[in-house]
C-alpha cells in the first residue's frame, strides 16, 4: 500500500532525513516513532505530497506521491501536527467548507459531512456542529481536524501527533477513535510515546536523526530487546574474583563483573542471547558451598530499547 525507497531530504544543509525506506502493508495501523527532530513530520509531509524530497521514492496506493499527487492526494487523509482551523467558522461550515474544496459535489457535501462527524463524535452534543471554532476544546478541534481528513472517503490516514496536547481523557478517546479507523483505513500515525504506539499500532517504525533504527511489531522488536539478557547474583564464601571465575566457567556465560555488596559480592553475569542461566548459576553455587542472598534475570525493557536506539543515533551524529 505505502512503499518508501531510499529517500531522503535536506533543508538547506540540514539533512532531516536519511535514506530511509519501508513498506507498509494495506489495512495496518503504523508508529512513526521518535524523539523530537527525528524526522518524523518531514517524513509524513513527503508522503502525503505536502513537500518534494531531494532524492528518493515513495508510492501511496500504487501511486507516485511526486509525480500523480493528485491521485495520491485524493487516497489520503493527512492530519497535520497543528490542526489548521478557521477560528471564526463553525464546524459545519467548516467541514462543508473543506467538502467543497475536496471537490464533493453539493448533494454529497452533507452527507459525507454528516458521516465524518459521527465517526469522530462530533455529531453529541447536539448543538456541537453549530458552535464556533475557537470555542471548541482542544480535544474537539483535533476530532474536527480528523473528521476534515475523513471527509473524501480516503484509503490511507496519516496523522501527526494526533493526541499530543489533549488531557488523558481526550488523550484516550482519541486513541480509540484511531483503533476504530484501523478497522477500515491503512494509518500511519506519527508519536515519540512508545505506550501510545504500542497500544495502537500493529507496527512499529523507529526513527531517530533522520534514520530508521529499528522496525517489526511490538513483539518483534521486544525478542531483539530481550536477546542479551543478565543475571544478578549476590554470593559470599569465596574471594570475589575466584567467585567471578567459577561463575564465567558456566555454559552460556559471556561475562562476568563483581563488585561489593557490603559484605556480600554482587555479579553481574552477561549471558548469551535470550539464554535463561539462573537454574546453571544455582548448581555452580550450590556446589561449590557458596550462599547466595539474591538471583534474578534482569531483561531490557522496550522502553530501555527505544531510549538507547534513539540515544545511539543522537550521540552518533
Ligand atoms: N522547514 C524547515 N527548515 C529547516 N529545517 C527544518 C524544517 N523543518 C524541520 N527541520 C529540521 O529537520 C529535522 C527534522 O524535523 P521534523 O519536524 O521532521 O522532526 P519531528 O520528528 O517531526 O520532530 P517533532 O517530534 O519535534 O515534531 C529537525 O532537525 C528540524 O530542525
Ligand atoms: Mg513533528
Redesign the pocket.
Known amino acids: 500500500m505505502i512503499e518508501v525507497k531510499h529517500l531522503t531530504k535536506y ?2 544543509r ?1 539533512l ?1 532525513v536519511d535514506d530511509i525506506s519501508f513498506y507498509i502493508d494495506a489495512g495496518s495501523v503504523v508508529g512513526f516513532l ?9 517524513t509524513l509531509r513527503m508522503l502525503t505530497c505536502f513537500m518534494p524530497a531531494t532524492s528518493g521514492s515513495a508510492t501511496v496506493a500504487d501511486y507516485d506521491v511526486f509525480s500523480q499527487s493528485l491521485q495520491v492526494r485524493s487516497r489520503v487523509g493527512y492530519m497535520p ?1 497543528n490542526v489548521p482551523l478557521y477560528p471564526e467558522m463553525r464546524v459545519r461550515e467548516y467541514l462543508m467548507f473543506r467538502a467543497a474544496l475536496r471537490g464533493l459535489g453539493h448533494k454529497r457535501r452533507s452527507s459525507a459531512v454528516d458521516r465524518a462527524a459521527e465517526r469522530c463524535w462530533l455529531a453529541k452534543p447536539e448543538d456541537m456542529m453549530r458552535r464556533r471554532i475557537d470555542q471548541l476544546s482542544r480535544g474537539y478541534r483535533q476530532r474536527v481536524g480528523l473528521a476534515d481528513c475523513l471527509l473524501h472517503e480516503p484509503e490511507v490516514l496519516v496523522l501527526d ?1 494526533p493526541t499530543i496536547g489533549l488531557d488523558p481523557a481526550q488523550v484516550r478517546e482519541m486513541r480509540n477513535l484511531i483503533r476504530s479507523l484501523g478497522e477500515n483505513h491503512t494509518v500511519i500515525l ?1 508519536s ?1 510515546i512508545l505506550a501510545e504506539v504500542e497500544q495502537i499500532c500493529s507496527r512499529l517504525v523507529i526513527i531517530s536523526g ?1 534514520r530508521i533504527v529499528a522496525q517489526g511489531t511490538s513483539s518483534e522488536l521486544r525478542r531483539q530487546v530481550s536477546g542479551p539478557s543478565r543475571v544478578i547474583v549476590e554470593l559470599k564464601g569465596g574471594r570475589p574474583e575466584q567467585m567471578a571465575a567459577s561463575v564465567a566457567d558456566v555454559g552460556g556465560v559471556l561475562d562476568v563483573q563483581h563488585t561489593r555488596a557490603g559484605n556480600w559480592t554482587r555479579l553481574t553475569v552477561q549471558c548469551a542471547e535470550e539464554a535463561d542461566l539462573r537454574q546453571d548459576v544455582a548448581a555452580l553455587v550450590t556446589a561449590k558451598g557458596y550462599q547466595l542472598r539474591e538471583l534474578r534475570r534482569e531483561i531490557g525493557s522496550l522502553e530501555d530499547f527505544f531510549v538507547q536506539m534513539t540515544y545511539e543515533q543522537t550521540t552518533r551524529d
Do not use: D, I, L, R
Open positions: 533543508y538547506g540540514t532531516a521518535g524523539p523530537n527532530g527525528a524526522g518524523k513530520t518531514t501536527e501527533e506519527s515519540h533522520g
